[in-house]
């Protein structure tokens, strides 16, 4: 099946658990994949300026998964939106398939960065929307999202530290909390972006309704955080 006959086919929501599993095998990391689901749709559905004829788009929004150990979810939402034909989701993993463990961006069509080592996509994310102010590139918005324990990782911390004073609002964050963080933080994690300037929004991490309205919500001058909560990891 290529990408034009996909789509003539129309995928939903509802569909997202079937093309989940024809990915088969080993070290899948389920719990990753399902714990961003709800946010990866909905991102993508309602809120991101990209789609397969924009991939490449100078002026397309920018999603950068640096939870990149968990990518099911994400080739799931990709396929359904036609950025790579359904048929490529059941070799996920294997030697010969693009769909590996960490997603590839010289591989799979529509991902941004390559990722999986925990702690690089929000720094990227700031050099990210740093490098298309420099391009006079001012509509585009770059998100990422990251995973609560990713907050371990003192790199996370520089970016946060930077991005609120730089007053960079074209950044937006997700953190998919599913209390796996070694660490406890005074407040929440989202006390800990206000603390540095950032706008911050704390939500059910499964419920779309709110996710969309916390995702459009306004900040002016100011990088945006949703702490989006669901399940423990080992609940």
């Not at 719990?31 to 689901?37: D, F, I, K």
């Amino acid at each position: 099946m290529t990408i034009t006959e996909q789509r003539t086919q129309t995928y939903g929501y509802a569909d997202l658990p079937g093309l989940m599993g024809l990915m088969t095998g080993d070290e899948k990391h389920g719990p990753a994949a399902t714990s961003t689901l709800d946010v990866l749709w909905v991102l993508y559905d309602r809120v991101l300026r990209v789609g397969p004829d924009s991939a490449d788009a100078p002026g397309r929004d920018r999603f950068l998964l640096s939870k990149g150990h968990g990518p099911m979810a994400y080739y799931a939402v990709l396929a359904a939106k036609g950025f790579l034909p359904v048929d490529r989701l059941p070799g996920f993993g294997s030697y010969d398939s693009p769909l590996g463990h960490h997603p590839d961006r010289t591989l799979v069509p529509g991902v941004e960065i390559g990722s999986g080592s925990l702690g690089h996509g929000l720094p990227i994310a700031v050099g990210t929307v740093l490098g298309l102010r420099a391009q006079g590139l001012h509509d585009p918005v770059v998100w990422t999202l990251i995973g609560d324990a990713e907050l371990d990782e003192g790199s996370n911390h520089e970016a946060i530290a930077f991005a609120g004073p730089a007053g960079l609002d074209r950044l937006h964050t997700v953190v998919v909390d599913n209390s796996s963080a070694s660490y406890a933080r005074p407040g929440g994690i989202a006390a800990r972006f206000e603390a540095a300037g950032w706008s911050a929004r704390t939500v059910d991490g499964r419920d779309h309704e709110a996710l969309y309205a916390a995702f459009t919500a306004p900040h002016p001058g100011r990088p945006h955080v949703v702490v989006a909560r669901v399940e423990p990891k080992n609940a």
